[in-house]
């Protein structure tokens, strides 16, 4: 994860206009995840793409949500990998027993 920020921001780092406000990476964010709905909701809803629309992926929509995130963290100099290890440590601790654990043996 430390990689690809740094990769996120050497790229980043090689135009005047640097990062943008977090405000406006918000705004990005938001923008992005709205057409990853939409990819979504192609491939698995009950709206069919029209003809003239673009061919995107929801792989594609994931790498610019991704992209977006990353350039947020950077620029308010968070550190990914650290906040995954949070969350995860919030995921085995505090919600350790809120789901139901497959069994040794037992089918999902």
């Known amino acids: 994860m430390q990689e690809m920020q740094q990769e996120v921001d050497t790229y980043i780092g090689q135009f005047k206009e640097g990062y943008f406000s977090p405000l406006a990476m918000m705004a990005r964010m938001t923008e992005e995840l709205g057409e990853l709905a939409r990819e979504v909701n192609h491939y ?33 100099d968070i550190s990914m990998e ?20 497959i069994k040794e043996g037992e089918e999902k």
Do not use: H
């Not at 673009?54 to 308010?76: H, M, P, R, W, Y």
């Not at 650290?82 to 139901?100: E, Y």
């Open 82 to 101: 650290k906040a995954f290890d949070m969350v995860m440590n919030k995921f085995n601790t505090r919600d350790k027993d809120r789901w139901t654990r």
């Open 44 to 76: 698995y809803g009950e709206k069919p793409k029209k003809s003239t629309e673009k061919e995107q992926t929801i792989e594609e929509e994931l790498g610019d949500i991704l992209f977006v995130l990353l350039c947020f963290a950077n620029s308010l």
